[in-house]
Nanobody, 120 residues
Framework: QVQLVESGGGLVQAGGSLRLSCAAS????????VGWFRQAPGKEREFVAT????????SYIDSVKGRFAVSRDNTKNTAYLQMNSLKPEDTAVYYC?????????????WGQGTQVTVSS
């Protein structure tokens, strides 16, 4: 079983950037695809991005394409979400998740989340 801890959230002005990290422990992250999700107040959790175990395959929700980039460093047991050109509508709690299957939906293991707030 893998444990996930997100970090890197915070308050940023519109147009700014943040890089979220997802550190894995318990099992090595190269056993898993890693997904990023977010949940804004009063809204359902939504898929944001995912990366395959090797990093060869990536997928993004349309609203973040060209602004966000998912990556991973299996030697550091960590995945990342680089977020550029942030907008107020990106404000949410961001979660990383891991699963043995590359997917935009089902994930078995979840982190606790990190808050991202984008001010206008």
């Amino acid at each position: 079983q893998v444990q996930l801890v997100e970090s890197g959230g915070g308050l940023v002005q519109a147009g700014g950037s943040l890089r979220l990290s997802c550190a894995a422990s318990g099992r090595t992250i190269d056993n898993y695809a890693v997904g990023w999700f977010r949940q804004a107040p009063g809204k359902e959790r939504e898929f944001v991005a995912t990366i395959s175990r090797s990093g060869s395959y990536k997928s993004y929700i349309d609203s973040v394409k060209g602004r966000f980039a998912v990556s991973r460093d299996n030697t550091k047991n960590t995945a990342y979400l680089q977020m550029n050109s942030l907008k107020p509508e990106d404000t949410a709690v961001y979660y990383c998740a891991a699963d043995s299957i590359f997917s935009t939906r089902q994930y078995q293991f979840w982190g606790q989340g990190t808050q991202v707030t984008v001010s206008s």
